[in-house]
């Protein structure tokens, strides 16, 4: 009666460690939930469903920006203060350019130090791995290990490099976009779908010769922001400016990102916001599946590659292609 079986003494355990807010027990955890085996991922789906009911309470707050902009720089100053308030903030990353280029835009943790030496903080780098759909998957993921683990505060830090910012607004409550000070021609260098995703818009370098610089942007970005229609009728927008190298101004953006998800929270936006991301991570977790299991059945990837070569050739519509794989998928 009592025969072992490993995976379910692994998830027990993993589970118990990442709800004991062990934080080797996390990182475990979430390298597990990282890796593509087959059986890792067998086992981090059961850790998924194990922890999830644990998981939720976080505030979720997302950071972007072009490289160089000082998320770094403000990601870290964020986390100290939140520590100072009694937080345990969590950093996590999506940049989907890490694995192709061995070199990361994001990646340099390094320059966190300071957070990176508080027990009371968390930071994973973005997982290295090919496109952006996995990177964002396992990057949702590692978000829940640190809920379940008591972190209470996730940032999740992206740069504005093809649909990230918008992959890491899926994922979160708050979506802040960093900005730096200069003429209007930066404002027009930010994507106009950006600003439709950002709940605040954070002038960095607010110091020294760049004030007056900053001031403007500021007012540039809210005479842009006010011609367009908020994202939840519960919170309008705010632009604000601050410096993250010289430590002013966080508490403030904190305080309004707080007050972004309060605000969002009491009307009922946020639960229902909420949701609809969950719903669609599902329907997302079903298309890579479906996908995977069409790639291990031999004749199915075997007529694909067929197909391929007579849609390219124009002899077959994509259509009659896709229907004449489902067909086949049908089949015992
Ligand atoms: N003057 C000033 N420089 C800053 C500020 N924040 C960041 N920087 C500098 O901007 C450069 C890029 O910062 P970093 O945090 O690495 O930017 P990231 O690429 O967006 O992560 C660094 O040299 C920082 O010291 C700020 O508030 N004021
Ligand atoms: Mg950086």
Redesign the pocket.
Known sequence: MTETDPQADQVAELSAQVCAADRRGLARAITMVESTRDDHRATARLLLDKVITSTGQAQRIGIT????????????ALGLHLIEQGHRPAVLAVDPSSGRTGGS??G?KT?MTDLGRRSEAFIRPSPASGHLGGVARRTREAMLLCEAAGFDVIIV?T?GVGQSETAVADMVDVFTL?VSPGGGDDLQGIKRGIMELADLVVV?????D?APAAGRTAADYRHALHLQRPRSPAWTPEVLT?????Q?AIDEVWSRAAAAHEALAASGDLATHRAAQAVSWMHAEIRDAMLAELSQRPDVAAAIAELETEVGQGHRSPTGAAGKVLRLLQAP
């Open positions: 920006g072009t490289p160089g902009v000082g998320k770094s720089t403000f990601i870290e835009i994001l340099d320059r830090e740069v960093l960095n370098k607010a110091d020294g760049l601050a410096s993250a190298l010289h002013v």
